[in-house]
């Protein structure tokens, strides 16, 4: 059981909530307020008044980030402003459950008699205050793992909610108001049936491909049974050959045909491929359309599913058209990896290896550490890679949604894995498999340049044969595939954008000259 956080606005029932589900969970209740004004001997409204804002967090984050790292379970019942923190925020997201408690300004209003102890009132009515403080805070409470209305609702309403909640498997992305939830799983379709009804849309528009439809058709007929919604299904065929606009264009003709309306959710039930298709035309349809993520392949649960990149290949490249379009939620239920081809499990694990390469020592050591467990496709383990995987994933797209810095990272072995996939007509790897051998490349590169300790593509190429993956190819192949470098999106005219290692789990983005670059691909002088 991990810590629940009770977050949200002044006279929403953070305390009188959070005692019920302490009790419960059989969990410790602790009021954050509480301490601060014990601690200091008087009311919090008096220290931030005395204090000011600035040392008033100061004094809300030396109480909060201890409790928050100690990973002893409680029940946390935050201040009104404690979330403003980033560093709190963080904490707190990916160590608790986090849950938002709303009310309209009017209940606010209603509930509070005097404003004299809350900090953050001044001189304002409690109304106009509260209606500022709903307006000003949208994006940070719009960042927890569910957000719940007050409003006319018993406390033990809403703690049965936060009990339920707090027993499930979930990754917050916090973006804002385009924060989602990540939802792990394992044999239950009704998780997604669940996750659907709450967005509560008026149709369904399911991009699938064949191969799912034979294996995991079931699970996905009886995620949608208790719907009782239409449902407008786009069945491709399967592979990356068939990410083009031509399936674009098969699932917009098929949603507009039937008349969808913006209150349509594209449910995209596959690998990247699905995933990546099914992304783009939601964020197209009618301008935008929520979209919720189910991916079935190990590469699509580590990778592709969270972060919002979408889009389909050119004739020119590989993924040059596409939009950043975040979805609504991601439900991973571990149970499709039953049905998955061992050489696909063993893809997806590039994509692991590759983002724990540049940011994530934990789990490079978990991968090395268990690397015969999790080729063998060890349940637990996997589960363990997948739920890591996410949460290295989120830390990177939290701290750079539209890849203008961080996000870059992970395109290790893209460069060079791109132009492979696509200069073999994406038949003769599996694009794990081109990021497998593009990050050894890379790294080697790397290495030769003097950018990267040496041994480091030694380590990764090792790691790779552990999980099945191949790690060269002739030189030949390279200077055939070269031209597909040149039109490679993080290419500048002259240069390119290269993630590189710099330690263990460690990485940064240089600029290297294409020729330089060429030169120490190839290993000439
Ligand atoms: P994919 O979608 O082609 O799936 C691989 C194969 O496995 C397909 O044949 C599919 O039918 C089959 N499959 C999937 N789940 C299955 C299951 N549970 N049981 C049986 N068969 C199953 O490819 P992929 O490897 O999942 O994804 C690769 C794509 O993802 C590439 O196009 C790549 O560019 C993209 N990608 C996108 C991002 C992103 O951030 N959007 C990140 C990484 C990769």
Known sequence: MR??????FMATGKSTIGRLVAEKLGLPFLDTDAILAEEVGRPVGEIFAAEGEARFRDHEARIIQPLLADGVPRVLSFGGGSMTIPRVRH?????????????TPETIAARVPSPTDRPNLGAASVLDRARDLIALRREVYGECHASIATDGRAPEEIAACIVELARRDTVAIPLGVRSYVVELTHGRPDVLGAALKELAPSSIVTVTDENLVTM?????????????LRETRIVLSPGEANKTLASISRIWDAALSEGVDRQAVVVAFGGGVAGDLAGFAASTLLRGVRCVQVPTSLLSMVDSSVGGKTGFDHAAGKNLLGAFFQPSRVVIDLEHLKTLPPRERRAGLAEVVKIALVREPPLLELLESRA????????????DVVRASVIAKMRVVREDEHET???ALLNLGH??????ESHGGYARWLHGEAVAIGTVLEIAAAERLGLTPAGTSERAASLFERF?????VDLATVDAAWPYVMSDKKRTLSAVKLPVVTGPGEGRVERVELDALRAAVTGAE
């Open 372 to 383: 015969e467990a999790i080729a063998r496709g060890d349940r637990d383990v996997l589960r």
């Open 91 to 103: 904490a707190a997201l990916e160590a608790a459950t986090v849950v938002t408690l709303t009310a």
């Open 216 to 228: 995991r058709g079931a699970w996905l007929d009886a995620a949608l049974a208790s719907l009782g």
């Open 415 to 420: 460069t060079l894995g791109h132009a492979l």
């Open 468 to 472: 099945g993956l191949p790690t060269t």
């Open 3 to 8: 810590t629940v956080v009770l977050s949200g």
């Open 405 to 407: 810095g961080a996000r």
